[in-house]
Nanobody
Framework: QVLLAESGGGLVQAGGSLRLSCAVS????????MGWFRQAPGKEREFLAS????????YYVDSVKGRFTISRDNAKNTVYLQMNSLKPEDTAVYYC????????????WGQGTQVTVSS
């Protein structure tokens, strides 16, 4: 069992930055790949980025590449999503998730944190 808790969301003006955190607790995190997703009102959940716990390999979708950065702090068992140059279309609930390296689907999800970008 893995428990995930996001924090760091809020209201920011366009062009601003936010850093989201995802605290991970439970079973050893070294076996997991951590991901960030978001869901805007009326839209499907969207994958943004992922990182492997054991070696820090990252992956981004094109829409956030160069603006968002995923990272992890093994000592703190925390994954971060640094978001820069935010746009109103980045407004969404942001979710942290975890999956086993051998499985393609994410099994564990946090409760989400709201990010609102004003124009």
């Amino acid at each position: 069992q893995v428990l995930l808790a996001e924090s760091g969301g809020g209201l920011v003006q366009a062009g601003g930055s936010l850093r989201l955190s995802c605290a991970v607790s439970g079973r050893s995190s070294s076996r997991y790949i951590m991901g960030w997703f978001r869901q805007a009102p009326g839209k499907e959940r969207e994958f943004l980025a992922s990182i492997t716990w054991i070696d820090g390999i990252t992956y981004y979708v094109d829409s956030v590449k160069g603006r968002f950065t995923i990272s992890r702090d093994n000592a703190k068992n925390t994954v971060y999503l640094q978001m820069n140059s935010l746009k109103p279309e980045d407004t969404a609930v942001y979710y942290c998730a975890a999956r086993y390296r051998s499985v393609s689907s994410y099994s564990y999800w946090g409760q989400g944190t709201q990010v609102t970008v004003s124009s």
